[in-house]
């Protein structure tokens, strides 16, 4: 299954969750109400998002004449991708790492540690440039603030539950066909559902920029190589990072905590690398 049709699956099953949970909770005006809210949260987040991110890793901007490596092989590869020139930021740390931000090619920015930049080759760093470039082409802001909107109403919706089951919500009919035990469920099991979902859109979207940006830097070598790098700096010198941000990263910041497999926001690093080296095969290429 293509990792677009995978994400609009996934999209459509989080839309069957609300509409299943909201139904249940307050029926259609309680399922607007968290529609609405939702929706004003993370149309901020997402018209913002650049800037407070890039304020919050204490980001400065590249000027003209600063990081020449950098500033090139990113105006190659927007001219091959055929997108705007992003804005460059450089994140004053030693830890390895790199991400895009902004909510539409044309009000991009691209950001990279000051570890990266010492880490990596040219053709490594390309190929993690060609990943973050291929997040603004391939709009994932926008896909990951659409995901963010829809888990936020669940979130909402199983608050309401929770409050719903609390001062027992409903009529008593309703209590006394399980609608008491529904409350509950949708308390307990919807966040769940919304977090885990959240989180494979966002795989999805980290297998889909390594696939595109092989594309774009005409090779995934250098990104492979890059990723085996990143695997082994966030050991020695692992990166300070807040979880909410974790999703931004080409390499999960985070990767070094024991979280389960279902709850990151990123692929496995060795899955990643077999796709990449896959991409290069005389089989793929046949």
Same mark, same amino acid.
């Given at each position: 299954?293509?990792?677009?049709? $995978?994400?609009?699956?996934?999209?459509?099953?989080?839309?069957?969750?609300?509409?299943?949970?909201?139904?249940?909770?307050?029926?259609?005006?309680?399922?607007?109400?968290?529609?609405?809210?939702?929706?004003?949260?993370?149309?901020?987040?997402y018209?913002?998002? #650049? $800037?407070?991110?890039?304020?919050?890793?204490q980001a400065r901007e590249v000027g003209p004449d600063e990081a020449p490596q950098y500033r090139r092989a990113?105006? $190659?590869?927007? @001219? &091959?991708?055929g997108i705007p020139m992003p804005r460059l930021y450089i994140l004053p740390t030693d830890g390895a790492n790199a991400f895009a931000t902004g909510r539409n090619p044309s009000h991009a920015a691209v950001?990279?540690?000051?570890?990266?930049? &010492?880490?990596?080759?040219? #053709?490594?760093?390309?190929?993690?440039?060609?990943?973050?470039?291929?997040?603004? $082409?391939?709009? #994932?802001?926008?896909?990951?603030?659409?995901?963010?909107?829809?888990a936020g109403v669940l979130m909402m919706l199983a608050r309401m539950a929770q409050w719903g089951a609390l001062f027992g919500g409903g009529s008593r009919d309703e209590r006394n066909n399980?609608?008491?035990?529904?409350?509950?469920?949708?308390?307990?099991?919807? =966040?769940?559902?919304?977090?885990?979902? @959240?989180?494979?859109?966002?795989?999805?979207?980290?297998?889909?920029? #390594?696939?595109?940006?092989?594309?774009?830097?005409?090779?995934?070598d250098g990104l492979a190589r890059a990723l085996e790098k990143l695997h082994t700096a966030a050991e020695s010198t692992?990166?300070?990072?807040m979880a909410q941000t974790a999703h931004m990263f080409i390499f999960n910041p985070l990767s070094g905590q024991s979280f389960a497999k279902l709850f990151s926001t990123?692929? =496995?690093?060795?899955? &990643?690398?077999? &796709?990449?080296?896959?991409?290069?095969? =005389?089989f793929h290429n046949a």
């Open positions: 299954m293509s990792n677009t049709l $995978k994400t609009t699956l996934l999209l459509g099953v989080l839309t069957g969750l609300i509409l299943a949970a909201g139904q249940l909770v307050g029926g259609q005006q309680g399922l607007i109400t968290a529609f609405v809210f939702a929706i004003v949260m993370n149309f901020g987040s018209w913002f998002s #650049d $800037k407070i991110v890039l304020a919050m890793y990113v105006e $190659k590869l927007v @001219q &091959r991708a950001a990279v540690t000051e570890g990266i930049l &010492r880490l990596m080759s040219q #053709d490594e760093l390309e190929g993690v440039l060609a990943h973050e470039l291929s997040h603004i $082409k391939n709009r #994932d802001i926008l896909i990951s603030s659409i995901a963010a909107t829809l399980g609608g008491g035990i529904g409350l509950i469920v949708v308390a307990i099991l919807t =966040p769940i559902a919304a977090m885990l979902i @959240q989180m494979a859109i966002s795989r999805s979207r980290e297998f889909q920029a #390594d696939a595109s940006g092989a594309e774009m830097a005409g090779s995934g692992p990166m300070p990072a990123h692929p =496995p690093v060795e899955e &990643r690398i077999a &796709r990449l080296r896959a991409l290069n095969s =005389p």
